[in-house]
């Protein structure tokens, strides 16, 4: 995940070009992004509690939350590959 950010930044510090004074992220975005990786860790091993024990429940919730994350972190890059404001 952490180089998925590193190649999303570099395209997008590659692409934008900013007047003196702007900020390419606003500091309450990483906040959010930071509570939102929280709570979305934390309701990976609440579900785990409700489900039906299953020995493929885990690794597949990894994985499909480790993807999730990986185009999460990519989606600024993306936006601005598309022109999207």
Known sequence: MLLGG???LGVI???VT???GEDLVEPFVVLGFGMLCNIGY?????TEI?????KTYGPTMFK???LFSLVVVSLPAIAHLINIP
């Open 6 to 8: 590193i190649i999303a």
């Open 13 to 15: 510090a590659a692409m």
């Open 18 to 20: 900013l007047k003196p």
């Open 42 to 46: 934390t309701l990976g091993w609440i």
């Open 50 to 54: 409700f489900v039906k024990k299953s």
């Open 64 to 66: 499909v939350g480790l």
